[in-house]
């Protein structure tokens, strides 16, 4: 049940039933004409990639305090929100999206606001996305019919047969976006990079932002956006809806939080076979990603 609209496979099976109004393309409409305020950011990835993490990193760093919101990235994500509920977030906005970068808001890249976009290795986005279309699937009322086979029954249609084979499309549209673009405001991080040294990474986005920030500030920022921190308050305090779409009521998104985890699930023929279709996939990029640290 994966849609496909306009080349773009929509890795969610489910996210039709998200999309308010239940037409995609309406809602994809909507979103390329949408007001564009001054001071809207973008946080654009490939999901499974951290989207949570630059969320939370850059609405604490905005407020200029590293406190938990019972807020979640979602009431700020072009896919599910509807035009008056993304027109109605309280300002400076920062909303998020898996959309290719073609498929944004027009007035963004026209009036040049500011976009992150965090990209992560394709073997633990494909373990990551596994993890969560299995958890989702399996919750909620869709218990009682949806059966979802190990990660090795679904390794061909992770990689290449039609849920995650958008991952080099995304990445490499980004970077040819900021290739062609070396004016625009755009901050690349990699997930790795955040891993192995978070602080230096939000003080990248602090000063990407034009942020006054403290030192304090940015400790704290860097506590609180610790996974494992970040996990217990989500599962406490945050109005996650994984909690909704799980079997037991237990929020999902944060599973794991690890480079390299994907060597738990590859198997060695499966690890030469990603391999090869990597090397395909990037025979035209000068992207390098860190597979572990
Ligand atoms: P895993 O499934 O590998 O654990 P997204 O927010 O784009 O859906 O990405 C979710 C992935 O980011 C999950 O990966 C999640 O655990 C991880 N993640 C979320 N917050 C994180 C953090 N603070 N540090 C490291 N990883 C984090």
Redesign the pocket.
Same mark, same amino acid.
Request: a positive charge; hydrophobic letters at 20%; aromatic letters at 12%.
């Given at each position: 049940p994966v849609v496909e609209v306009d080349g773009v496979k929509w890795p969610l099976p489910f996210i039709q039933h998200l999309v308010p109004g239940g037409n995609i393309l309406e809602h994809l409409d909507m979103i390329k004409n949408m007001a564009i305020q001054d001071d809207d950011i973008m946080l654009c990835?490939y999901?499974? +990639?951290?989207?949570?993490?630059i969320w939370e990193i850059v609405s604490m760093l905005l407020k200029g305090k590293a406190e938990y919101e019972k807020k979640v990235k979602e009431t700020a994500m072009l896919e599910f929100g509807s035009k008056d509920e993304l027109k109605s977030i309280r300002s400076p906005r920062i909303f998020n999206t898996h959309l290719p970068v073609r498929m944004l808001p027009r007035e963004i890249t026209e009036k040049k606001k500011k976009i992150i976009h965090v990209q992560r290795n394709p073997k633990?986005v494909v373990? +990551?996305l596994y993890?969560?279309i299995k958890a989702a699937m399996l919750g909620g009322d869709r218990s009682s019919s949806a059966t979802m086979g190990t990660f090795s029954d679904m390794f061909p249609l992770l990689v290449s047969g039609g849920i995650n084979n958008q991952w080099h499309v995304y990445v490499e549209e980004l970077e040819k976006f900021t290739i062609d673009n070396p004016d625009y405001p755009i901050l690349t991080l990699n997930y790795e990079d955040m891993?192995e040294d978070p602080k230096r990474e939000i003080i990248k986005v602090a000063n990407f932002l034009g942020i006054h920030y403290t030192p304090e500030l940015i400790d704290d920022v860097q506590d609180k956006?610790?996974?494992e921190n970040?996990k217990k308050a989500n599962e406490d305090i945050k109005d996650d809806i994984t909690k909704k779409l799980s079997k037991d009521g237990k929020q999902f998104?944060?599973?794991?939080?690890?480079v390299g985890?994907w060597k738990n699930w590859f198997t060695v023929a499966q690890n030469e076979e990603f391999d090869q279709l990597y090397i395909e996939w990037m025979s035209g990029s000068n992207l390098k990603f860190r597979f572990t640290l």
């Open positions: 990835t999901p499974k +990639s951290g989207t949570h993490w633990d373990v +990551s993890n969560h891993k956006c610790d996974f970040l998104m944060y599973r794991k939080g690890q985890d």
